[in-house]
């Protein structure tokens, strides 16, 4: 499992209170952790100082308001790792 | 402080834009109908109020650093500690950092001291959104005007 999976899965489970063990790369954070948009908002803040990135949530709404992606697209764990690589690399390129 | 408008703060001291910092002035009224019940006897500014001004405070410098573009509202209130008893009259000086400026948030670490003391903090996250329509913004413009957020601060930084 990646490292940024790993990190992101602990920030989850200390800012809401989930257990650790029951967080996997397939968790969707809204569907399956109950996670709601205040609380995204801590982890955001933890995941943005952690990589040191900021992640465009508000993109990410529109997107998903418009039918243009799908919440899985940013909120299921393997693919919010995936995105949060991206960034990381967009910003030392 | 003009407590029955909700107003806490009553002028800007010194915005830095730079290095996202802002310093309020707001001075604890000297009568209230709010001290009548807290307490009778022994009038105590609210401490949720001293939040209020810490969160206004932090919206102001959000404002200045959107120029006006976006409207901070108060999301969360960490870590706030109440240190001492604030009194009518007091004339109290509230800062707030902005330590982190997210997409559709920020978050801010604000205070409160009176003669160098320090009198109140907390950690707050505001959510910053779209004016939800032209009035309010240009009600927050006025305001600006009112409590010494220049143009010309808005247009440096």
């Known amino acids: ?93 | 402080m003009r407590l029955e408008y909700f107003q806490l703060i009553d002028r800007i001291v010194e915005l830095n834009l730079a290095d996202r910092k802002i310093t309020c002035e707001a001075t604890v009224p000297t009568a209230s109908t709010i001290f009548e019940g807290h307490f009778p006897g022994y009038p105590l500014m609210p401490g949720v109020l001293l939040v209020e001004a810490m969160a206004q405070t932090s919206g102001w410098l959000v404002v200045a650093v959107n120029r006006f573009e976006r409207m901070p509202f108060l999301a969360s209130i960490k870590d706030a500690k109440l240190r001492t008893f604030v009194l009518p009259g007091q004339v109290l000086s509230v800062t707030s950092h902005l330590a982190h400026e997210g997409s559709g948030y920020a978050v801010l670490n604000a205070r409160i001291s009176f003669d160098g003391k320090a009198v109140a903090d907390a950690t707050l996250t505001l959510r910053v959104l779209d004016f939800p329509n032209a009035e309010m913004a240009e009600q927050m413009r006025k305001q600006a005007d009112t409590i010494g957020l220049k143009i010309e601060a808005r247009a440096d930084g």
């Open chain 1, 1 to 93: 499992m990646s490292s940024t999976f790993e990190t992101i899965a602990n920030i989850i489970a200390e800012t809401c209170d989930i257990p650790r063990d029951s967080i996997t790369a397939e968790s969707h954070a809204i569907n399956d952790l109950g996670i709601d948009s205040l609380d995204f908002l801590d982890i955001a803040f933890a995941i943005d100082k952690a990589f040191g990135i900021k992640l465009p949530l508000e993109q990410w709404t529109q997107e998903v308001s418009d039918g243009k992606a799908t919440t899985d697209q940013y909120f299921v764990l393997k693919n919010l790792s995936a995105r949060i690589d991206e960034l990381v690399a967009a910003k030392g390129a």
